[in-house]
Each structure stands twice: as structure tokens, then as C-alpha cells.
């Protein structure tokens, strides 16, 4: 199965310059623990990082920030990692693991925002595959 099988659609998401306070209000609203940083290339929408709930918690509140004044793109760490959408839920599972992840943004062929696979979308298309396999019947 292809990752757009099994990926969010719906997402939230800002730009670099948005404030933390403004992610952590927007994270309690839609019940989500991260945000996809994207910014616009031409026509499409790219992402350019993930900030979760405990990068605020680490990052900035632990820091002593003030998350009113500390943009979001100052979390950003590196390049965005992110998954085919065409990709096999298996390979995004490895890479996720290998760079231990617990979400990665979906990008079609050209860079261009699809969805956000996160690892609760990743352990219900395991738990279904397992039920699956339990309704093998035997010779």
C-alpha cells in the first residue's frame, strides 16, 4: 500500500514567521501535537519542517523564550525530511524509524505538500494488516 493511502489530508500549518504561541494555540484547537512550516514555491505549497508540541516544551518554554516573540522557524533544525506519497507504507516506516520520527510530511513528485503520515496512521494500517492475517483460515 502507497503512503497517500494511508496519510492525513488534513493538516495544520504556518509559515517560518509565524509566533510559537500562535502554534501552541492552533495545536490545542485542532487536538494535534504537531504543525507542518511550509512556504510557498510558485504555485506549490512545500514544507520546510515539523514543530511539535515538545520542541515548544524543550525549545522555547525550558529555554526561557517567549513564545509570543519566537518565531516558528527558529525550530526548524535541518533539512525537512518527507515521504513520497507514492512510496510503500513500509519503506516510510524505515525511514521513519531510522531517523526516529513520529511524523514526516507527504510531498508528491515535485516537492508539493499532500498530507502529513504520522506514526498512528502507521500502527492502525499494521493493526489491520494483523487482523488480516488472523483471518487466514488453515488447510
Known sequence: MHVASICARSLSTCHRDTSVAELARRMRDAHVGEITVVENQGERICPVGVVTDRDIVVRVIAAGLDPEHTPAGDLLVGACETVLDTEMVYDAIWHMRGKRLHCL???????????????????????SELMEVSRIEPH
Open 105 to 127: 510530511p507527504v510531498v508528491d513528485r515535485h516537492g508539493a505538500l499532500m498530507g502529513l503520515l504520522r506514526s498512528d496512521d502507521v500502527s492502525e494500517f499494521l493493526a
